[in-house]
């Protein structure tokens, strides 16, 4: 296999660059820019009359829609696809290659020593983000909170937070690495950019890499910001209030509205969205989500 890698190295090198751009990069700028409505959804007047509703509420509506695109599983596999090809042959061409940082310390080469370890990190990170998010690894989760689409906010606040009653040093500790692992993907992309047009020809002059790098170097600032943004929003977010917020347009959804108080505090069940001590206390004729999403009567003694 590695004789038929180097054999085909030109055609290699070009489809490994190509990979991370398409579709790990743009799977990359639609991701944050997702995420980042956790802070700029604020701004979304049409989302709720508050600043906390308008963030979670546009953060929701956002992982509604890509819940519902036709095909998602097709377009799950082949970004896994193009994520295990890119991955598989950067650890290769990492191990293969060789940095000279040593002797000659030029900006290129450090970059290059960057772009190893950002890869590295980056791997780490994403398959931690996954297996815990996706797959529901909890037992990797502080806390144990398994994320829920139909309650996005308030389950990956808490994931951040190591629980739904404050952050802990363990939730500490899980930010931190989101937020060291978005900076290592949003390096190794942008850097990745800059490389790719040289792979492919595209940049062949010093003048011409030098402006591609500043077009490169504005926009891993701008994902920087929506990233970091992003980390700081779920991290800093009550996730109890976020969950009143979240349920209230599950009900909707449902065709069954509830008024709610922001103010009011619910303590969701872990992957329902649901109270851990069951559901919150209703009275004679109040309309509640089960945890299956269907409305109904809560169940009145006597």
């Not at 900076?183 to 850097?191: D, E, M, R």
Request: glycine share 12%; net charge negative.
């Amino acid at each position: 296999m590695i004789a038929f890698i180097e054999r085909h190295h030109f055609l290699f090198r070009r489809l490994h660059s190509l990979s991370g751009i398409v579709p790990i990069g743009v799977f990359l700028l639609g991701h944050l820019t997702t995420n980042s409505t956790i802070l700029w959804g604020a701004a979304n007047a049409r989302a709720g009359d508050d600043y906390f509703t308008r963030r979670v509420g546009t953060f929701q509506k956002e992982v509604n829609f890509i819940n519902e695109l036709p095909f998602l599983l097709l377009i799950e596999i082949s970004l896994w696809l193009g994520i295990g090809f890119h991955a598989i042959l950067g650890v290769y061409y990492a191990r293969t290659g060789n940095s000279n940082t040593k002797r000659y310390a030029y900006q290129d080469n450090k970059r290059y020593t960057w772009q190893r370890w950002s890869g590295y990190i980056a791997l780490i990170y994403i398959f931690y983000h996954v297996a815990t998010l996706r797959w529901g690894w909890t037992f990797l989760i502080p806390g144990g909170t398994k994320w829920d689409h139909s309650f996005a906010g308030s389950t990956m606040a808490a994931a951040l937070r190591g629980g739904y009653d404050g952050i802990t040093p363990a939730g500490l500790a899980v930010s931190i690495f989101y937020f060291v692992g978005v900076t290592a993907s949003i390096y190794h992309f942008a850097n990745g950019l800059w490389t790719a047009a040289i792979t492919w020809g595209l940049t062949v002059s010093e003048a011409a890499q030098r402006r591609w790098g500043y077009a490169c170097a504005g926009l891993g600032a701008g994902l920087m910001a929506l990233g970091w943004g992003s980390v700081i929003g779920f991290a800093v977010l009550d996730p109890n209030t976020a969950s009143i917020v979240e349920q209230d347009m599950l009900s909707k959804k449902q065709g069954v509205p509830i008024e709610i108080d922001v103010n009011e505090t619910i303590e969701l069940e872990v992957g329902t969205g649901l109270g851990t001590s069951g559901l919150p206390d209703v009275g004679d004729g109040d309309v509640v989500v089960s945890p299956a999403g269907y409305a109904e009567e809560p169940e009145v003694d006597g």
